[in-house]
């Protein structure tokens, strides 16, 4: 069984540097996690007045109040099977900007042939991922349609006047030895709310399942 990531890209997968290829081909047959740590150069949000929502997403770890430069951070993928029998693959990133740190937590599935990417530690957010492989073997990817779910009964596409989207590049940079990546959420009509850029070195432990502490506390069957 390839990575979902392989399913999703098909034969553009093969187009990825292999750097990239090993990064993205983490899943539960290939028997190994990704571990990238590094530094952000710059981690920037948008106007005051997009920090209180900055702020009501942390709590669920959705989003990142904090700014700063060359801010230590951990990225780790784990393959695991959810509770409803998906092959799910863990993008939870720890920045410390401060004392405390801050955490992003995303776990993604294959749906109908695409990464479907929940947002959160429960999940609330369920985000369309449009990919694409660049010329130079690197990986655009792209956010699309968002849904929120709350519990059995609270189901509604979300209006993306009132959100973002988020443009994400990630490469293998052959004479470095390292990934950079970069990454921008931006409102239609209210343009840039967050971004960040950095580098980061990757270790590929041998792994059969996802620690508990990178799992949502509930996991959402709704797509």
Not at 26 to 44: K, N, P
Not at 70 to 80: D, G, L, R, S, T
Not at 162 to 184: K, P
């Amino acid at each position: 069984m390839t990575s979902i990531f392989e399913q999703a890209l098909g034969a553009d997968f093969a187009r990825l540097s292999p750097m990239m290829r090993k990064r993205f081909g983490v899943g539960l047959e290939s028997g190994y996690a990704c571990i990238g740590r590094g530094t952000m150069s710059r981690i920037r949000r948008g106007p005051w007045w997009v920090v209180p929502f900055l702020y009501i997403g942390r709590i669920r770890n959705i989003l990142i109040p904090d700014v700063g430069a060359n801010v230590p951070f951990v990225i780790e993928n784990y393959a695991y099977r959810d509770p409803f029998g998906r092959e799910t693959v863990t993008f939870c990133r720890e920045y410390r900007v401060r004392r405390r740190p801050s955490r992003f937590d995303a776990t993604m599935v294959l749906s109908d042939g695409r990464i479907l990417d929940y947002l959160g530690t429960h999940q609330h957010l369920a985000v369309d991922l449009d990919l694409r492989v660049e010329d130079d073997g690197s990986l655009h990817l792209r956010s699309a349609a968002q849904r929120f779910r709350e519990g059995p009964w609270i189901s509604f596409r979300f209006p993306m006047l009132f959100s973002g989207r988020a443009e994400l590049h990630e490469r293998f940079d052959e004479d470095a030895g390292v990934y950079r990546i970069r990454m921008e959420v931006r409102n239609r009509v209210f343009g840039f709310l967050f971004g960040y850029e950095g580098e980061f070195t990757c270790e590929f432990p041998a792994a059969s399942d996802a620690p508990d502490r990178l799992k949502p506390v509930r996991h959402e069957r709704r797509e």
